[in-house]
């Protein structure tokens, strides 16, 4: 599903359509939501996040604490990652993403509700600093949301590519997909068939707690996560 698609199936033509604006690959606007006012920030065309995309969205979300006090920011998310370029990394890229992840975090901590939906493409850092960061982060069906793919990983762990295919069949940690971030906790839950429903349900009832690693074990996505939170901040 494209990004007008879904707008249009969130909040129907007029301000689906009229409200968002596309700027390249930067997806911004104001659309009225159950009578309401909401911030939509996102990116679309799987687009790589690079220091001007983060740096964009970073002022969007800003913008909306500074002059909108506790409206609700919807994050739409489809990205292939941070941009791998040399510009990129010494504009300082790192920092960048720090950055937007710090301003959707303020933004929290000031009362606004903020909601990510994965409605095509996730990975890596794109995602990380983005839905991972909100509130509660939600995903359309046919999304598809991975760290990296297995040869990639692969590479990194130095452990076979069959031996993590194999255990990617039985361990969420290693395998990609919406239905193994759900297990794990990453992605609280899927939007199906009435997406303004599932909106609606998540701005009433998305946990202002982070919930993600208790979910990942009670879906046993993630057994140990929540008992090492625990004992951390125990010795702490």
């Not at 939509?40 to 220091?51: F, L, M, R, S, Y």
């Not at 791998?84 to 959707?104: K, P, Q, S, T, W």
């Not at 762990?157 to 361990?171: D, G, I, Y």
């Amino acid at each position: 599903m494209n990004w007008k698609q879904l707008a249009v199936s969130l909040f129907g033509v007029d301000h689906g359509l009229h409200g968002i604006g596309q700027d390249g690959d930067f997806l911004q606007g104001t659309v009225v939501f159950d009578g309401a006012p909401l911030t939509v920030i996102g990116t679309t065309n799987h687009a790589p996040i690079g220091v001007r995309l983060a740096l964009c969205q970073a002022r969007a979300v800003l913008d909306t604490i500074g002059a909108h006090p506790g409206r609700p920011i919807l994050l739409l998310i489809d990205t292939q990652g941070q941009q791998l370029r040399r510009r990129d990394e010494l504009l300082g890229i790192n920092r960048a993403m720090a950055h937007l992840g710090l301003c959707v975090d303020l933004a929290r901590r000031r009362g606004h509700r903020v909601i990510g939906l994965v409605y095509d493409q996730a990975l890596s850092g794109g995602f990380i600093t983005s839905g991972l960061i909100a509130d509660a982060c939600y995903a359309l069906p046919e999304a598809e949301i991975r760290v990296m793919r297995l040869p990639a990983m692969a590479r990194i762990t130095k452990l076979a590519p069959e031996l993590l295919e194999a255990m990617s069949r039985h361990n969420p940690v290693f395998a990609p997909g919406v239905a193994n971030y759900v297990a794990m906790g990453g992605v609280r839950g899927v939007w199906e068939g009435d997406l303004a429903a599932g909106l609606r349900d998540a701005l009433a009832h998305a946990p202002l707690e982070d919930r993600r690693a208790a979910d990942g074990g009670a879906r046993g996505g993630r057994r140990l996560a929540a008992e090492v939170v625990r004992r951390v901040l125990a010795a702490a």
